[in-house]
């Protein structure tokens, strides 16, 4: 099969389309013929070597797919041969197959674009085990999304719609400024121009006349802890997801003990199997039938054939996109 490998850990030129053997598929997984395959933060982390997959994964790169079955394991039931589905993987998407065990499939809706799909999995399931997971946000809190016009920020805006949450999210231009607006975000920070610190406290405002975000979900890492961290509102949550500002910092204790706040910081790759599974089946039941109705929708800046990953992982690396980069693998994969 044709699949995109990093030759060393570099720069984009480092992906190369390669000749790879069809993976085989253990008794739980079904094989995925790929149509499309999402292009995600961790695969530039990974290719720079900064991120390695969890052991036994494959080294090929790519979190989440769409495509049709081509094979069964002989335990999974539920799903046919010829089904479209999505995929949330710890790995290999950037191929003309995968395998991925059958709990970690997402049924495509009739009628759904196939390219579309590929968008959905990696970030509805991080937005979802993130804010309701782990931060536990109720409707009515305020959520502050940095990088509102990412995968994860144009997912976060329509998920804390369907969720009634109040979201402000932090953008770097106008023009991301006026799709998050358009999208629904509650209020739209520019950090360029604004301290976002001083702009959550004047939006985020409580009942009881206390201000600060409910819960902040994080892509920067060191470089805003303590920011983020004076964003809080008394018995907010902070949850790192990435580290684009860097892995060290400190901080001081006061900050958090006295006003009841909480930092953490998780990965969706990392997790074992069973908890990807578990979450899958959450965004299955909770989200996914508001996919189906078009409540919540993927947002595509970009598709490019898998020759051209390189160019891809430049995208996301120029920071212009507004929502997914997603690579086509078999262009005629959604003509059926």
Not at 38 to 51: E, H, I, P, T
Not at 148 to 169: R, W
Not at 308 to 330: F, M, P, R, S, Y
């Amino acid at each position: 099969m044709r699949a995109i490998t990093i030759s060393s850990p570099g720069e984009p030129e480092v992906l190369q389309l390669t000749d790879e053997p069809t993976p085989d598929i253990a008794a739980d997984e079904v094989l995925i013929r790929v149509h499309a395959a999402g292009v995600n933060r961790a695969d530039l982390l990974q290719r720079r070597g900064f991120y390695d997959p969890p052991p036994g994964a494959t080294l090929i790169p790519g979190l989440e797919v769409s495509g049709t079955i081509e094979k069964l394991g002989a335990e999974v039931t539920g799903w046919t041969v010829g089904d479209r589905v999505a995929a949330l993987l710890s790995g290999g998407g950037y191929a003309e197959f995968v395998p991925v065990p059958a709990g970690q499939l997402l049924p495509v809706p009739e009628g759904f674009d196939l390219t579309e799909a590929a968008a959905l999995p990696e970030v509805l399931s991080t937005v979802w085990s993130n804010i309701v997971g782990r931060a536990r946000i109720e409707a009515g809190e305020w959520l502050l999304v940095h990088g509102g016009g990412s995968g994860i920020g144009t997912a976060a805006i329509q998920i804390a719609n369907h969720l009634g949450v109040k979201i402000a999210v932090t953008v770097g231009s106008e023009r991301k400024a006026e799709f998050c607006r358009e999208l629904g975000a509650d209020a739209v920070i520019n950090y360029r121009d604004e301290d976002f610190v001083e702009r959550v406290h004047e939006i985020c405002t409580h009942e009881d006349g206390s201000t600060g975000a409910d819960v902040i979900l994080d892509i920067i890492g060191a470089k805003y802890l303590e920011r983020n961290i004076k964003a809080l509102a008394t018995d907010g949550r902070l949850v790192i997801i990435g580290m684009q500002g860097g892995t060290k910092t400190e901080i001081n204790l006061g900050w958090l003990m006295q006003p009841r706040k909480s930092v953490s910081a998780t990965t969706l790759r990392a997790r074992p199997k069973e908890q990807k599974i578990a979450i899958v089946s959450e965004v299955s039941e909770r989200l996914w039938p508001a996919v189906t109705a078009g409540d919540i929708r993927p947002i595509i800046h970009e598709t490019l054939p898998i020759a051209e990953a390189a160019q891809a992982h430049q995208a996301l690396e120029d920071g212009a996109n507004i929502g997914k980069v997603l690579l086509i693998v078999d262009p005629d994969g959604d003509r059926a």
